[in-house]
Structure formats: structure tokens, C-alpha cells
């Protein structure tokens, strides 16, 4: 009797328990009063400005500029094209590393993707996850397999025809946390083990990174910037190394991404207008949907603050609409309900309706878990090719 009426309470909480209704009433005040569906905006690109010119506020990031200065670290031909991997400044206190494909015997500039890693609690890769790599130790495979159906995408769309590029966010890869420059307690426990095996040593980093997002996030804050804002500013970067390539095609520049590359997806298709066409896989939801549940499961380099007041997650899509925007679902995703899911289709595809562009938003659903398997990134891929060809 007593677990039927815990298990019947529990259906009706959150994850956040008695504080939930406070939240939930507090964020009902001025929500989304950027959004496109707000008002009747007289202008398209007055809100449009008003509402990237306000998360960039939010954003918080404006570090001082740095030329690129690209250097080739290593180059590999692959079946059909070559993989370059690069290194370039983000800004005059960051580099980070991509892979840089070129598909091979291009005759004219060609289109191109900003392909962008995921997070899955795995920091010690980041381009690697969705990038062909020699000598691949057993735990990537895995996760390739698991997450992308042991398909590479940034390869496929290399074989294709595009010029990709993918590069490492901070906190991963060649951005990844470095132990030896922590000072804590628990830095010296991992320090102090001995990983003859390189998949243990990666699971061993990958355990110690996660705990450490929490002080990074606090001291990101502290120092008046946020997550997100120094994720989407070394994006842009990346839109930078493409515009400087004789290879690629300016005018047909697309983003996409699976997970955490989704929500970057996300804020570099919504903040800048270079990106012609974006696809957005297993992030996709309301904010309204997730302060009930599911925020728990989520890393804290998704938070802006204060942004919920102004624009949900879907909004910051919207900001570069009607140009072409793809969703892609997974049903059985334990990070989103489905509910959420529709509540951001329905608002894109209002915002698109009101536009006059139906045509350019798409939103399907797959009963898979977490993941961007080989049939969607094919349906990503035609997506693609319909606006980018």
C-alpha cells in the first residue's frame, strides 16, 4: 500500500521535488518574450537582431580575437578524400584541433558541414567520435557503434561531395581537462593509478572529467561568462576555417550534430547567419518540458542563464529561420520525453508556417534510443543535399 501511493506521488513530481511548483510558476513570468510567436513582430530582421543582439548577451563570451594561423599536423588519404588535422586559434587564449576533409578531385568550391561532436560522459575524444581514426581502441568503437550504428558521418559526407570540418569543443580531445594542472585530492587518486590498458585509462579520465564539470561550471560563472558562450564562440571559429579554405563553397555552409553537437547545432544555426542549413539530432525539446524532469541526466554545459525569459531552446533555432532546419527524434531517448519533442516541432513549424516556409522545417521521429543511426544520418544527408545542392 505504501509503495503504491509513493510510486502515484511520484508521477506526479519532479526531479526537483517540492521546489518544482516555485520554478515552475516563476518561469510562467515573462517567458520567451523574444520569441518570433511573442507578438506580431513588424519587422523580420528587427526581432531577429533583437533577439541574437540579447543572447549575446547571455552568452557572455567575448574573449580578444586571434588570426587563425592555421597549421596541418597531420594529413591522410582516405578512400575518396583527404583528412587533414588542423590546429588554429579560437581566440588569443585558445587552439584547438579538427579534422579538415577535402573530398577529392573537386572541380569548383563545394559545400560544406561544421560537423559537431556529442558528449555522451565521453571527454577523453571529441572529433574522433564521429571521425575515422587509425588504430581505434576497443571503447571508441564501442560508442561509435552504439551512438552512429559504427558509421562515421563526417566521412560520409566527406564521400559525398562536402567539405567538413570538426572541431574538438573545449573539454574534450585536444581541449580536453589536463590532470596535471589540477591541484585537488581526487586529481591525486587518478594520478597515482597505473592504466597499462589505454581503454581503462580512457574510462578512468572519462569518470574523473565528469566529476569535474561541476567546479568548472562554477568557475566559469564566477569569472562572468558561461558555457555555452565559449562553446558557440570557438563554433563560429570554425565557420572562420572554412571561409578561408578556396575549397569550399561560402554561400552553402551547413551545421550538424548528434547530443551535445545538437545543441551546439542549435545556437551556431540560430547566431549566425553564415549557416545556410541545419541538423539538429537528439536535442531537441522545450525547456518548459524538461523543468519537471530530465534536467538531472544533462551536462552542465547546456545552461545559459536567464535565457528561458527570452527564448526557449527551440526559439534559438528559429533565429535563422526560414532557412533549411532538420530534426531528427529518437523515441526511446531517456534524455527528452516525446512530449517535449512535439512541443518544440509544433512551435519551429508555426514559426516557419508564419513565415511562409513550411517546406524548410522537418521534424521525424525513429524508434531508436540516443543516437543518430545510419538511417537518419542518410535522411540528414538527402536533407542536406535537397538545400545545399
Same mark, same amino acid.
Given at each position: 500500500?505504501?509503495?503504491?501511493?509513493?510510486?502515484?506521488?511520484?508521477?506526479? #513530481?519532479?526531479?526537483?521535488?517540492?521546489?518544482?511548483?516555485?520554478?515552475?510558476?516563476?518561469?510562467?513570468?515573462?517567458?520567451? #518574450?523574444?520569441?518570433?510567436?511573442?507578438?506580431?513582430?513588424?519587422?523580420?530582421?528587427?526581432?531577429?537582431?533583437?533577439?541574437? #543582439?540579447?543572447? =549575446?548577451?547571455?552568452?557572455?563570451? *567575448?574573449?580578444?580575437?586571434?588570426?587563425?594561423?592555421?597549421?596541418?599536423?597531420?594529413?591522410?588519404? /582516405?578512400?575518396?578524400?583527404?583528412?587533414?588535422?588542423?590546429?588554429?586559434?579560437?581566440? @588569443?587564449?585558445?587552439?584547438?584541433?579538427?579534422?579538415?576533409?577535402?573530398?577529392?578531385?573537386?572541380?569548383?568550391?563545394?559545400?560544406?558541414?561544421?560537423?559537431?561532436?556529442?558528449?555522451?560522459?565521453?571527454?577523453?575524444?571529441?572529433? =574522433?567520435?564521429?571521425?575515422? $581514426? +587509425?588504430?581505434?581502441? /576497443?571503447?571508441?568503437?564501442?560508442?561509435?557503434?552504439?551512438?552512429?550504428?559504427?558509421?562515421?558521418?563526417?566521412?560520409?559526407?566527406?564521400?559525398?561531395?562536402?567539405?567538413?570540418? #570538426?572541431?574538438?569543443?573545449?573539454?574534450?580531445?585536444?581541449?580536453?581537462?589536463?590532470?596535471?594542472?589540477? $591541484?585537488?585530492?581526487?586529481?591525486? =587518486?587518478?594520478?597515482?593509478?597505473?592504466?597499462?590498458?589505454?581503454?581503462?585509462?580512457?574510462?578512468?579520465?572519462? *569518470?574523473?572529467?565528469? *566529476?569535474? =564539470?561541476?567546479?568548472?561550471?562554477?568557475?566559469?560563472?564566477?569569472?562572468?561568462?558561461?558555457?555555452?558562450?565559449?562553446?558557440?564562440?570557438?563554433? /563560429?571559429?570554425?565557420?572562420?576555417?572554412?571561409?578561408?579554405?578556396?575549397?569550399? +563553397?561560402? @554561400? /552553402?555552409?551547413?551545421? &550538424?550534430?548528434?547530443?551535445?553537437?545538437?545543441?551546439?547545432?542549435?545556437?551556431?544555426?540560430?547566431?549566425?547567419?553564415?549557416?545556410? @542549413?541545419?541538423?539538429?539530432?537528439?536535442?531537441?525539446?522545450?525547456?518548459?518540458?524538461?523543468?519537471?524532469?530530465?534536467?538531472?541526466?544533462?551536462?552542465?554545459? &547546456?545552461?545559459?542563464?536567464?535565457?528561458?525569459?527570452?527564448? %526557449?531552446?527551440?526559439?534559438? @533555432?528559429?533565429?535563422?529561420?526560414?532557412?533549411?532546419? &532538420?530534426?531528427?527524434?529518437?523515441?526511446? +531517448?531517456?534524455?527528452?520525453?516525446?512530449?517535449? &519533442?512535439?512541443?518544440?516541432?509544433?512551435?519551429?513549424?508555426?514559426?516557419?508556417?508564419?513565415?511562409?516556409?513550411?517546406?524548410?522545417?522537418?521534424?521525424?521521429?525513429? %524508434?531508436?534510443?540516443?543516437?543518430?543511426?545510419?538511417?537518419?544520418?542518410?535522411?540528414?544527408? %538527402?536533407?542536406?543535399?535537397?538545400?545545399?545542392?
Amino acid at each position: 500500500m505504501a509503495a503504491t501511493s509513493r510510486s502515484t506521488a511520484q508521477d506526479g #513530481s519532479s526531479d526537483v521535488g517540492n521546489f518544482y511548483p516555485l520554478l515552475k510558476e516563476y518561469s510562467a513570468q515573462h517567458r520567451n #518574450s523574444l520569441s518570433f510567436l511573442a507578438k506580431d513582430w513588424t519587422s523580420l530582421e528587427t526581432w531577429r537582431s533583437t533577439a541574437r #543582439s540579447r543572447m =549575446e548577451t547571455l552568452l557572455a563570451f *567575448d574573449p580578444e580575437p586571434a588570426p587563425l594561423d592555421t597549421e596541418v599536423l597531420q594529413k591522410n588519404q /582516405r578512400e575518396g578524400y583527404t583528412q587533414y588535422l588542423v590546429r588554429y586559434n579560437v581566440n @588569443a587564449y585558445q587552439k584547438t584541433e579538427a579534422y579538415l576533409l577535402i573530398p577529392d578531385n573537386l572541380e569548383a568550391p563545394a559545400p560544406a558541414v561544421v560537423a559537431l561532436h556529442d558528449h555522451g560522459g565521453f571527454y577523453y575524444y571529441g572529433k =574522433e567520435k564521429h571521425n575515422m $581514426t +587509425d588504430h581505434q581502441p /576497443r571503447i571508441l568503437k564501442e560508442y561509435i557503434g552504439q551512438l552512429y550504428g559504427g558509421r562515421t558521418y563526417a566521412d560520409e559526407l566527406a564521400r559525398r561531395g562536402y567539405v567538413v570540418l #570538426s572541431p574538438d569543443a573545449i573539454y574534450f580531445g585536444s581541449q580536453r581537462l589536463d590532470p596535471q594542472q589540477v $591541484t585537488s585530492g581526487r586529481i591525486d =587518486e587518478y594520478l597515482q593509478q597505473e592504466h597499462d590498458d589505454l581503454n581503462k585509462k580512457i574510462e578512468a579520465f572519462n *569518470d574523473l572529467a565528469g *566529476d569535474f =564539470e561541476v567546479p568548472v561550471e562554477k568557475t566559469i560563472l564566477a569569472a562572468g561568462t558561461t558555457w555555452p558562450g565559449i562553446i558557440v564562440q570557438g563554433d /563560429r571559429r570554425a565557420i572562420d576555417l572554412l571561409h578561408s579554405r578556396p575549397e569550399v +563553397d561560402t @554561400a /552553402r555552409i551547413a551545421a &550538424m550534430g548528434l547530443s551535445l553537437g545538437g545543441l551546439r547545432t542549435t545556437y551556431l544555426f540560430g547566431m549566425d547567419e553564415r549557416i545556410k @542549413a541545419g541538423v539538429i539530432a537528439g536535442f531537441s525539446s522545450t525547456y518548459g518540458e524538461m523543468l519537471q524532469r530530465h534536467f538531472w541526466n544533462h551536462t552542465w554545459m &547546456m545552461y545559459v542563464p536567464r535565457q528561458y525569459r527570452f527564448l %526557449d531552446l527551440p526559439d534559438v @533555432a528559429s533565429l535563422n529561420a526560414p532557412r533549411p532546419l &532538420m530534426i531528427l527524434n529518437a523515441r526511446q +531517448d531517456q534524455l527528452f520525453t516525446v512530449k517535449g &519533442m512535439k512541443a518544440a516541432e509544433e512551435k519551429l513549424a508555426t514559426i516557419y508556417q508564419k513565415m511562409g516556409a513550411p517546406e524548410k522545417f522537418r521534424a521525424s521521429y525513429y %524508434d531508436e534510443p540516443h543516437s543518430m543511426t545510419i538511417p537518419m544520418q542518410d535522411d540528414a544527408i %538527402d536533407w542536406l543535399d535537397r538545400w545545399l545542392r
